[in-house]
């Protein structure tokens, strides 16, 4: 099993920061990663930790005491915590050290990297292309081999469509597995922590270093039963896992691009990978009615949560303060100027679905439709160890086209990883091939607390497919 | 027109805890400002609340008193909207599953009770401390995040009196409990009142709710002010002109001012807060707190009524829970119901005020006041010598058995006391002379002289009685 | 004929303190329409009435409430760290009128 965290651990400590920096710094130029750089970064005492003095970055909606803390908004701009998120603490603990924060879409809401206050994120792949959102610094730092490994969140899909894009690993543990305290919120319900590697390995090292129940997070769980990286190598033959057949079948796509074809058929023969391995491999379905509605139950709920999470944006006690004379022209003034224009629509959408007249038709039920699909879904695992789907529907888009406007027919295949945030299921990317000289990747999710089932499985998938990722 | 009011109450009461409800910080008063303060309390990004355990305790006690029905479930909700001291932009309460609803509580009121049907409780937070000056406002946050009762009453007052005796009885239960000071010159009972106005016997009329009232005396005085008005305008015929609004009190003025109207009322779009868990309430838990229900001040009331306790001494003995407590441990011991309590409304209660200082701590404890009453009772000592007793045992912190015994060694023997001090006048010409001059200091001289004479024993207020008689008698 | 207009959500901008520009609001609007037609999609979906809203991804089998002890309280320099607009205790704002 291939680990750069593990071959790091013979490297001269001292070394590998400087090298590491100095990638960060030409990575920044290349891509325009990160938000801030701390140069001045330097090895600490060793600790028995497999982290100790290993250089990472971290996605800049998780506060650190000290170091400017933005999430790519001006409504945070030379904002500085006075406290740690609990992934920092648990991080500095372990001697890992803090290159760099990482330029992300605007408070998480975005999925093309193209939101950030300092700009679009180039991926590293191909410098026209965008490296997906909402964690696209992290992801192009660590595509690009200049840190073992970043920290990012996912919403919606925001560590694993940019790990996609990037041709990395990308894995979102079981909604509170990994502390939420310190991350700036987008979904409260939605939002998890997640990890970037170009390894599943080293995504199951970092996670168990920063995974466990903490008192300043009441959705967190007790999870000291349950050791990631212990299982990766066993034998996956046996395994049962489905795929749904409404999202893969080229059938459903009206107009299929030549790339999707490919794309599809290229899934195709990473299940006869899995095959080979001993796992067995089905087709079930789900109502397409019900899939096609998935992205706007994820707007309608993401939206809402939003709304009421950036209220407390108000230049008031941090972040630049507004002009104006009353209160009421200060706060308008910091939140017009500091907020991007999609930030604005979101909240917008997100305060008409909580409209006492509205909340009913449109707020809960998006919250019914949220439980229909998790109940499905449990209902699968109780049969199958895993659920396995291509990641998206195209490679990178370039970034001329990118943009994060509805559409009317979002194709289900672009979203529907949003199931793994809406049941808090532990869900993983994994580069799988080369499409038009870009990576696409496939994406893995398992049954709640099955973290360790889910490793494995993608450890082993990810052996058999030896991704060559050409950076 | 025989119009009546129906009058609805919202009272908010500051919890006491050691920390805040949502956030560790610091549950207390300070003169200073933001020295109490969290990382949530000032809505930092990425802070998560985490709910206290003894604030959600103490709102299940409540609830249980108020006889309410308790969810299965604890979860909270999110009140959305802005002002300056609401940093989060929403305030953590109950919307959806109050931790109790459709209560009822019996009330004294006048002769009588008055039984309350109360609408809900719920548990929330309280916002922070906008201080105005001329051309600016400053924000202190201490206050942000103390946890805070919210009691919601049917509309069921038809008075402003019924109002009165039902927030003064509801503080008198939070302070008995422990659960809040309620004390209202602190801001920590704030009230908003419901009014409408309407004929006997018809619908109720248009509610109109006058927010923000803060003390008692101003609750009486928007009552009367808005109902005043509502009368006004339905008697001149312009009835529609009571709109269903959110009005406030102007002390100035002495009558209530539009806030908002119903087009533009707030719409709060509360939502269940996804950060707190839904958490099961363990049964056994409520079972517990239910069974540690202390008996209530009515009945108390009902009890010392039955005593034969007069009215006056009803309400001294119940004014605090550790009065009422005290004088239920001197019942037990077996004294008279009517001599305890003039002990305790007379002497102690005096003793308590001088020395600001509160009835747990006194050395007169029930088992000593039961001694002494004892001793009274069996014609040991007088009442005068229990008076005195009493008093050292409170001052000096002695033992009423070391003072008894004192007492029964004590010579109060007029004729013999009467020899000493003769006796010692005689013997201290001089000091007479220079007492009679204006050294009037030297009074203590023979007391102390009849003191040594009589190893300690004389009778102190007799002996000084005996010397005053016979200085002034020299002096004539 | 929409049921939305451009008052409207200038309305709802309002309300959440910012301002939009004109075409902010216009792509507001066509969002509103899309999210419009999806809602009625939903609603034509089997059983919605009969199923809970999900409030919470997992239900915890425990969940222990917090001991009622005082810690981690900032500093009053923490407290106004990020604010030029400050007194030596206290936040200032402009005058806040009721």
Known sequence: MKSIILDAQKKEKNALLEECKKNILENQAQCNSCVTIIEDATTKKETSSLLSNIPYVLKDNFSTKGIETTASSNTLKNYIPPYDATVYDRLNQTGAILLAKTVMDEFGMGGTGTTGHTGTVKNPWNLECIAGGSSAGSAAAVASGAVPFAIGSDTGDSVRKPAAYCGIVGYKPTYGLISRYGLIPFASSLDHVGILTKYVQDAAIVANEIKGIDSHDMTSWDSSQIELPSQLEKDISGKKLFYIKEIVDIENYQNPTEELRIILNQFQEVLKSLQELGAVVESKSISKDLLETLPSVYTCISSAEATSNLSNLTGIIYGPRGEGKTIEEIIVNHRTNGFSPLIKRRLIIGSYVLQKENQEKYFENAQRVRNQIVTIMHSFFKEYDACILPCAASIAPKIANANDEMKQDFAVLENHMVIGNFGGFPSITIPSSIVSNMPIGINLTAEQKEDEKLLNIACKLEEKLNFKGGL | ?476 | MSKFTSEAVDKYAKDLLFELSKEENTMVLNEFEIIEKNMEQIMKLPNLKETEPMTHPIELEMTLLRLDEVKDELSVEEVLSNTEHKTMENIIVPKVVE
């Open chain 2, 1 to 476: 027109m025989n119009l009546i009011p129906t009058i609805g109450i919202e009272m908010h009461c500051e919890m006491k805890s050691n920390s805040k409800v949502f956030s560790t910080s610091a549950n207390t008063y300070s003169k200073h400002s933001n020295n109490h303060v969290s990382a949530l309390d000032i809505a930092l990004p990425g802070t998560l609340p985490v709910v206290n355990l003894e604030c959600v305790k103490k709102a299940i006690l409540m609830s249980s008193i108020l006889n309410c029905e308790i969810p299965e479930m604890l979860y909270f909700d999110r009140k959305n909207y802005y002002y300056p001291d609401l940093p989060k932009g929403y305030q953590i309460t109950q919307s959806h599953a109050p931790i109790g609803i459709n209560g009822k509580i019996e009330i004294p009121y006048k002769e009588s009770t008055l039984k309350i049907a109360i609408h809900d409780i719920h548990l929330e937070e309280d916002t922070a401390k906008i201080e105005h000056l001329m051309e600016e406002s400053l924000i202190n946050y201490n206050r942000a995040g103390v946890p805070l009762l919210e009691l919601v009453t049917e509309p069921v007052f038809h008075s402003k009196e019924e109002v009165l005796a039902f927030l003064e009885y509801i503080r008198k239960i939070y302070q008995y409990t422990d659960i809040s000071d309620a004390d209202v010159k602190r801001g920590q009972v704030r009230c908003d009142v419901n009014i409408s106005v309407a004929l006997e016997n018809e619908p109720l009329g248009t509610k109109v709710e006058i927010k923000g009232v803060n003390s008692f005396s101003n609750i009486l005085l928007v009552i009367d002010a808005e109902i005043a008005r509502q009368k006004e305008l339905i008697e001149n015929g312009k009835k529609e002109e009571i709109k269903q609004e959110t009005r406030r009190f102007d002390e100035s003025l002495g009558t209530t001012v539009r806030m908002r109207s119903k087009i533009d009322a707030i719409d709060y779009k509360y939502f269940v807060e996804p950060n707190i868990p839904k958490i099961k309430l363990d049964k056994t838990m409520i079972e517990q707190i239910k069974n540690s229900i202390i008996e209530l001040p009515l009945s108390r009331m009902n009890r010392y009524k039955e005593l034969g306790l007069s009215k006056e001494d009803i309400m001294i003995l119940t004014k605090e829970r550790n009065i009422s407590d005290y004088f239920d441990e001197c019942l037990k011991l077996g004294r008279d119901a009517k001599k305890i309590s003039n002990w305790i409304t007379g002497i102690i209660l005096s003793y308590i005020k001088k020395e600001d200082v509160s009835i747990l701590d006194i050395s007169l404890t029930p088992k000593e006041l039961n001694l002494l009453l004892t001793s009274l009772e069996e014609g040991t000592i007088s009442n005068k010598q229990a008076k005195e007793i009493a008093s050292i045992v409170l001052n000096e912190h002695k033992s009423v058995s070391e003072c008894l015994e004192k007492e029964n060694n004590q010579i109060s023997d007029d004729k013999l006391l009467d020899e000493i001090v003769q006796n010692i006048i005689a013997e201290n010409p001089t000091q007479v002379e220079a007492y009679h001059n204006g050294r009037t200091n030297l009074f203590n001289f023979f007391v102390g002289a009849v003191m040594k004479e009589t190893k300690g024993q004389a009778n102190p207020v007799l002996t000084k009685e005996i010397i005053a008689k016979y200085l002034n008698k020299e002096e004539e």
